[in-house]
């Protein structure tokens, strides 16, 4: 089964719009971790933002914010005022269960990826 | 800003030879990790390391991968005898010990003809 979907292969944005990624994800955990990250056609991974499961506000980082919803299992990016910079592939991950120190079981797990354009 | 750097950023290989992927996370970071991600397609766990050993491992690191912090910077990927379905792009993450953020290195380009 599908632990992050997201839904949309590509999506396109007029420059200074706000766009919406979609992500949802699927644990039984009640401890986990919610990832954003940008992949620009250089191919490098670009960490955006971070939700956990237990955070009661909304992360935000500058023109990102994660709408968190908890009870519809859905963590979507929301970019204010998109720039021509922003096209690229985005990413939503998780970390399932508890962060353990010894280190094991903090893999992040992958959804399949959204590409944005930005249009002038 | 400290940042994960990886070497080199692209490498061509024959299929059967080995490979060894150069990584040098932020120095503070205790936690290390390698991912991949086939053209087009999304990024995949290989193996967690701490406290010099692997903590973790998926299914795709089989026994031609194996890992090695060998000082006090560099943690290495070698792929000992290439096939063609390793190419791939390989990136190094790492985590603090502290927080739940890994940050990924530019990666290397796996070409293996």
């Known amino acids: 089964a599908q632990k992050i979907t997201q839904t949309q292969p590509g999506m396109f944005v007029q420059e200074k719009e706000a766009v919406t990624l979609d992500c949802t994800y699927d644990?039984?955990?009640?401890?986990?971790?919610l990832f954003w990250y940008k992949q620009p056609s250089s191919g490098e991974m670009i960490f955006l933002i971070y939700?956990?499961?237990?955070?009661?506000q909304n992360a935000t980082e500058g023109r990102y914010s994660l709408n968190f919803q908890k009870a519809r299992k859905s963590a979507n990016l929301v970019i204010s005022a998109s720039q021509l910079g922003d096209s690229a592939m985005y990413f939503c991950?998780?970390?399932?269960?508890?962060?353990?120190?010894?280190?094991?079981?903090?893999?992040?797990?992958f959804g399949a990826g959204t590409r944005l354009a930005v249009h002038p | 800003e400290p940042e994960v750097t990886q070497t080199p950023s692209h490498q061509v290989t024959q299929m059967g030879q080995e490979v060894i992927l150069r990584c040098v996370p932020i120095s503070n970071h205790l936690y290390f990790y390698w991912y991949r991600q086939i053209l087009g397609q999304k990024v995949e766990f290989l193996v967690s390391?701490?406290?010099?050993?692997?903590?973790?491992k998926s299914e795709i690191f089989d026994d031609q991968f194996s890992v090695e912090r060998p000082d006090g910077s560099n943690f290495t990927l070698k792929i000992r005898s290439t096939k063609l379905e390793d190419s791939a792009m390989y990136f190094c993450?790492?985590?603090?010990?502290?927080?739940?953020?890994?940050?990924f290195g530019p990666g290397t380009r796996l070409t293996v003809t």
């Open positions: 390391f701490y406290n010099n050993e692997i903590s973790e």
């Open positions: 644990t039984s955990d009640q401890s986990y971790g």
């Open positions: 993450a790492s985590r603090a010990g502290t927080g739940d953020e890994q940050y």
């Open positions: 991950a998780m970390r399932e269960g508890r962060v353990l120190f010894s280190g094991g079981y903090n893999k992040l797990i």
């Open positions: 939700q956990g499961s237990y955070d009661e």
